[in-house]
């Protein structure tokens, strides 16, 4: 059974960095295709990036430069390095797929990240 | 980057009604198209992929239609679980984009 929980989340001050890690099981992410969507409290949906079975990866445009997404194949996670975080990037962040670089078939329950002095 | 706009905003409707949920793309996404349910306090859940496939599971009071730059999620018959948020997605082209969302509420 595929499951995906995130964790790292929390509140930091505008500038600074966070780590979020989603841990995989039911599947191996060396194979597969992991995504991070965020949601703004009260907000929609945001597809903010993904790392591909072959390990290439994508960022929308707000986030380039900033956030880094990676995977650890021995411990089967998938990283989400944010840095110079803005009070924008305040959301709950969900990883989610594993077999569809495209639709995103399973979720995590998220994680909070909030951003404020 | 294509602009998904989705109608209405919210649907007011009762048990065993239909519901008729729209959502438009800026630009053509051929057949590209995936219908999101997310109830509060949880992640969103596929429904649909692809226009109108459905996803294993999901009952066959939900279907969906259309191409090009119209879709239609259709829910024959609302059963009380089914009030909910409801958002499209499209994967023709990058940035993946996401509609704001249509709430079918009691």
């Known amino acids: 059974e595929v499951q995906l929980v995130e964790s790292g989340g929390g509140l930091i001050q505008p500038g600074g960095s966070l780590r979020l890690s989603c841990a995989a099981s039911?599947?191996?992410?060396?194979?597969?295709?992991i995504s991070w969507v965020r949601q703004a409290p009260g907000k929609g949906l945001e597809w903010v990036s993904i790392?591909?079975?072959?390990?290439?990866?994508y960022y929308i445009d707000s986030v380039k430069g900033r956030f880094t997404i990676s995977r650890d194949t021995s411990h089967n996670t998938v990283s989400l390095q944010m840095n110079s975080l803005r009070a924008d990037d305040t959301a709950v962040y969900y990883c989610?797929?594993?077999?569809?670089?495209?639709?995103?078939?399973?979720w995590g329950q998220g994680t909070l990240v909030t951003v404020s002095s | 980057e294509i602009v998904l706009t989705q109608s209405p905003a919210t649907l007011s409707l009762s048990p065993g009604e239909r519901a008729t949920l729209s959502c438009r793309a800026s630009?053509?996404?051929?057949?590209?198209l995936a219908w999101y349910q997310q109830k509060p306090g949880q992640p969103p859940r596929l429904l649909i992929y692809d226009a109108s496939t459905r996803i294993p599971g999901i009952p066959a009071r939900f279907s969906g239609s259309g191409s090009g730059t119209d879709f239609t999620l259709t829910i024959s018959s609302l059963e009380p679980e089914d009030f909910a948020v409801y958002y499209c997605?499209?994967?023709?082209?990058?940035?993946?984009?996401f509609g704001r969302g249509t709430k079918v509420e009691i």
């Open positions: 039911g599947f191996t992410v060396s194979s597969n295709y």
């Open positions: 989610a797929g594993p077999y569809n670089p495209n639709y995103l078939d399973h």
């Open positions: 997605q499209q994967r023709s082209s990058w940035p993946r984009t």
């Open positions: 630009h053509s996404v051929g057949s590209y």
């Open positions: 790392i591909y079975s072959d390990g290439s990866t």
